[in-house]
């Protein structure tokens, strides 16, 4: 059974900085895609960052420049270090995760970021 564990989450202040950590254990493989998403009371859960084993990224525009996504494939650990943070950043935060050989996402339990003075 594959787990995934998110930790990093907390209370910062606007321009703050923040890294988010996920490791996923019980998975006999690496996983094509690994990723976050975030959602806000009231809002869908969106995408935030999403980065491929061969080490191509993509995130939500909201984020660039500001947010960077990296991965261990050999530890199954994807991270997501946040910068100049906005109260607008405040959410939930999702690590996700996709094997290809499942065909299917994994997704952690989440962890709370709040951005506030």
């Known amino acids: 059974q594959v787990q995934l564990v998110e930790s990093g989450g907390g209370l910062v202040q606007p321009g703050g900085s923040l890294r988010l950590s996920c490791t996923a254990s019980g998975s006999s493989g690496s996983f094509y895609a690994m990723g976050w998403h975030r959602q806000a009371p009231g809002n869908e859960r969106d995408l935030v960052a999403r980065?491929?084993?061969?080490?191509?990224?993509n995130y939500a525009d909201s984020v660039k420049g500001r947010f960077t996504i990296s991965m261990n494939n050999a530890k199954n650990a994807v991270y997501l270090q946040m910068n100049s943070l906005k109260p607008e950043d405040t959410a939930v935060y999702y690590c996700y995760a996709y094997s290809a050989a499942f065909g299917r996402d994994y997704w952690g339990q989440g962890t709370q970021v709040t951005v506030s003075s």
């Open positions: 980065i491929w084993n061969s080490g191509l990224t």
